[in-house]
């Protein structure tokens, strides 16, 4: 088992940030891949943004975030970001990181794609 430890959640009004911290001991290679996931309530876990195994990690973002979410890797501290500007109300959600190895392309979106999560951490946007 891979752990995974979300943290950096919270409440913040509209146009705010956030920036979502996973802490994933046990992966240090760029073989895993790692995506962020929120969930709703009433709704599906959707893939929000992600960094594919390769060198280097190429990123994808689900087009509601795109421009306004960030994600990056720390290797060295075994940590994964997701840097959230200008939230709107429909970002709320809970958040979950995941990963796995050998997740190529796009399908770094895709929960299917992931054997390993976290329990995931609360943002609220709200006036």
């Known amino acids: 088992q891979v752990p995974l430890v979300e943290s950096g959640g919270g409440l913040v009004q509209p146009g705010g940030s956030l920036r979502l911290s996973c802490a994933a001991s046990?992966?240090?290679?760029?073989?895993?891949?790692i995506g962020w996931f929120r969930q709703a309530p009433g709704k599906e876990r959707e893939g929000v943004a992600c960094i594919s195994s390769s060198s280097g990690g190429t990123t994808y973002y689900t087009d509601t975030v795109k421009g306004r979410f960030t994600i990056s890797r720390d290797n060295a501290q075994s940590t994964v970001f997701l840097q959230m500007n200008d939230l709107k109300p429909e970002d709320t959600a809970l958040y979950y990181c995941?990963?796995?190895?050998?997740?190529?392309?796009?399908?770094?979106?895709?929960?299917?794609?992931?054997?390993?999560w976290g329990r995931g951490t609360q943002v609220t946007v709200s006036s």
């Open positions: 046990g992966f240090t290679s760029d073989y895993y891949a």
């Open positions: 995941a990963t796995n190895s050998w997740v190529y392309g796009e399908r770094c979106l895709k929960r299917e794609s992931y054997g390993y």
